[in-house]
């Protein structure tokens, strides 16, 4: 959104076209994610190659993770959504908004520490985020039984966390729609479709 819009400021032709604008969000936002996944795989033959880290592909279940990464990258792709409409209504100092979120995500998602380390105040917000499952089901497809010793979620089974992360994707996707039409509403209507702010 930043970059269509204050960067190429081509948004205004993009939104003009015959095209359907939350379907090419979702399709820049997935280009974005397989092109990130082009460092994830360098990181990994670095650390492969150079630092003999141990990788056992045989150890890994697949199915879980190809099932797993497929829910994830759509449920990351919704949620998304929901922030660019956000974008569309920013004009000014919206450049570190997605760092600000991603900062807010590794915090509650359990990504970096378990849950149990936030206070209890806050630590219900992590539980109530897909991404925190999405999580739980890659480290356990990755590294089977070291990942389900991890203590946040080690209390559900794998079925159990595919469902909560389907049905959390479901209510996620419903709102991200719902907000997006929203916002995309107001910028129509306030004319910040193709607003830049020149910084």
Not at 152 to 157: A, P
Request: hydrophobic share 55%; proline share 4%; glycine share 6%.
């Amino acid at each position: 959104m930043i970059d269509d819009r204050e960067h190429y400021k081509t948004l205004k032709y993009i939104y003009t076209a015959p095209v359907h604008f939350p379907t090419y969000l979702l399709g820049r936002s997935i280009a974005t994610f397989l092109v990130s996944s082009v460092a994830v795989l360098v990181t990994m033959l670095v650390g492969v190659i150079f630092l003999n880290v141990q990788v056992e592909l045989s150890s890994i279940n697949w199915p879980l993770f190809l099932v797993t990464l497929v829910v994830g990258v759509n449920m990351l792709a919704l949620m998304g959504l929901s922030l660019a409409g956000v974008m569309l209504l920013m004009v000014h100092h919206m450049w570190d908004l997605g760092a600000a979120v991603a900062g807010a995500l590794y915090l509650f998602s359990g990504a970096i520490f378990p849950l149990e380390v936030l206070p209890a105040a806050i630590r219900w917000i992590g539980y109530l985020m897909p991404i925190t499952y999405w999580l739980e089901l890659i480290r356990r497809s990755l590294v089977g039984q070291i990942a389900q010793e991890f203590p946040t979620l080690s209390q559900f089974s794998n079925t159990q966390l595919m469902l909560i992360l389907l049905a959390l994707t479901a209510v996620f996707g419903v709102i991200s729609i719902i907000s997006f039409r929203w916002c995309e509403a107001k910028a129509r209507d306030r004319g910040m479709i193709d607003v830049t702010t020149n910084y």
